[in-house]
């Protein structure tokens, strides 16, 4: 009967430490799980506190600065990088560009597309003037138009571009899906909507990439104003994408830059279908 109690006891005291063990790892994981989750949420009241306040433009003098960081190696080479990207989805007639900043995109993709007609548009008129100085610097002015226009409101027709571009500029949109609902009017039937931009969480082969290319203290550089920022992350992208008109094609990355391509479908009329059909 002892041996019996002694066993009891035994297994009873044997019961209580592997439960005593397990509700620990248990309790320190939801405690991990507590606090990402506080975290997550505190970064993106951050967020959404910074983004009331974030300017959609950038007036002067910050127009200056702007335009001397963007004319740095990095920016220089990711404009280059987003052009190339930009080709690889076939000759188009117009390519608009939203937020186009100093204009160093513009000039870049006119250089690979010198047959295209490129206009952008910032809703910063202290940008626009100097784009327009950029452009006559590099002779192109001819060939591009910028012009003051809100990303919500954009001055041209249905269905006049075959392509639109953003490049760091979806954070700044106070509305982004009435700016996304915007692209999708101006871009023609089958159009691509190429909206780039940097994120809050880069994938590990690509933080290494730039790392490699551009060094440590750039990517730092790249992370802590990817803090500050109101930038979102490649998920909250695809699903601004999808609360919109567009066919959401996917996310990927060009550089350090998030790229959401979205696609306008074309839409059959009932002959349309019926030839189709034969």
């Known amino acids: 009967?002892?041996?019996?109690?002694?066993?009891?006891?035994?297994?009873?005291?044997?019961?209580?430490?592997?439960?005593?063990?397990?509700?620990?790892?248990?309790?320190?994981?939801?405690?991990?799980?507590?606090?990402?989750?506080?975290?997550?949420?505190?970064?993106?009241?951050?967020?959404?506190?910074?983004?009331?306040?974030?300017?959609?433009?950038?007036?002067?003098?910050?127009?200056?600065?702007?335009?001397?960081?963007?004319?740095?190696?990095?920016?220089?080479?990711?404009?280059?990088?987003?052009?190339?990207?930009?080709?690889?989805?076939?000759?188009?007639?117009?390519?608009?560009?939203?937020?186009?900043?100093?204009?160093?995109?513009?000039?870049?993709?006119?250089?690979?597309?010198?047959?295209?007609?490129?206009v952008g548009v910032d809703i910063s008129s202290a940008m626009v003037a100097q784009a327009r100085r950029n452009l006559e610097k590099c002779r192109q002015a001819s060939q591009i138009e910028v012009r003051v226009a809100d990303a919500n409101a954009l001055p041209f027709a249905d269905e006049e571009f075959r392509c639109v571009v953003s490049t760091g500029s979806l954070h700044h949109w106070k509305d982004p899906i009435q700016a996304l609902s915007e692209a999708h009017r101006v871009l023609k039937p089958g159009g691509y909507a190429l909206i780039y931009d940097l994120v809050r969480e880069m994938p590990n082969a690509v933080r290494k990439d730039i790392r490699d290319r551009f060094g440590s203290f750039r990517l730092g550089l790249l992370w802590l104003h990817s803090f500050e920022e109101p930038f979102l992350n490649a998920e909250e992208m695809e699903t601004l994408g999808r609360m919109t008109d567009f066919m959401v094609v996917r996310t990927r990355f060009t550089g350090a830059l998030c790229c959401l391509v979205l696609r306008k479908t074309i839409i059959l009329t009932t002959n349309q279908t019926q030839m189709a059909n034969q």
């Open 1 to 118: 009967m002892r041996w019996k109690m002694g066993s009891t006891l035994d297994l009873v005291q044997s019961s209580i430490k592997v439960y005593s063990h397990t509700f620990y790892l248990l309790s320190k994981n939801h405690v991990r799980i507590l606090i990402n989750v506080g975290l997550s949420k505190m970064r993106s009241r951050l967020q959404q506190f910074m983004k009331q306040f974030h300017p959609e433009g950038i007036p002067w003098p910050g127009s200056l600065l702007y335009n001397a960081v963007s004319s740095t190696e990095i920016f220089r080479q990711h404009y280059e990088l987003v052009a190339h990207d930009v080709a690889n989805y076939g000759k188009a007639e117009c390519i608009l560009d939203i937020g186009s900043g100093p204009g160093h995109l513009l000039i870049a993709m006119q250089k690979l597309l010198p047959e295209t007609r490129l």
